[in-house]
């Protein structure tokens, strides 16, 4: 299974950005997906999640700012994120939980957002 992230960027506190994930490869169905976020010298946190295809879950600092949606026809989701703050600055990773038998994660390569005060 592959993932691809895009839509990171460079924007001013107070704006916004859509982060796009979208898989391949895969015949099963993502069970779980979502989005993390490494900032420098800091552990990978969880920003939102969509887990067994409706209960969404977000972290704590984004709530109320970030949305998770996804389109199940076309194995995509997507971060949009509001009200951002230099401290979203971090790279974003999209991920997603599969189960056949047991639970495999994968992952995709990141991609860098960078918001400036």
Not at 65 to 70: E, N
Not at 80 to 98: F, G, R
């Amino acid at each position: 299974v592959q993932l691809q992230a895009s839509g990171g960027g460079l924007v001013q506190a107070g704006g916004s950005l859509r982060l796009s994930c979208a898989a391949s490869g895969s015949r099963f169905s993502i069970n779980n997906m979502g989005w993390y976020r490494q900032a420098p010298g800091k552990p990978r946190e969880l920003v939102a999640a969509i887990i067994s295809g409706s209960n969404t879950n977000y972290g704590d600092l984004v709530k109320g700012r970030f949305t998770i949606s996804r389109d199940n026809v076309e194995k995509k989701w997507y971060l949009l994120m509001t009200s951002l703050k230099p401290e979203d600055t971090a790279v974003y990773y999209c991920h997603a939980a599969i189960r056949d038998r047991r639970w495999y994660d994968y992952w995709g390569q990141g991609t860098q957002v960078t918001v400036s005060s």
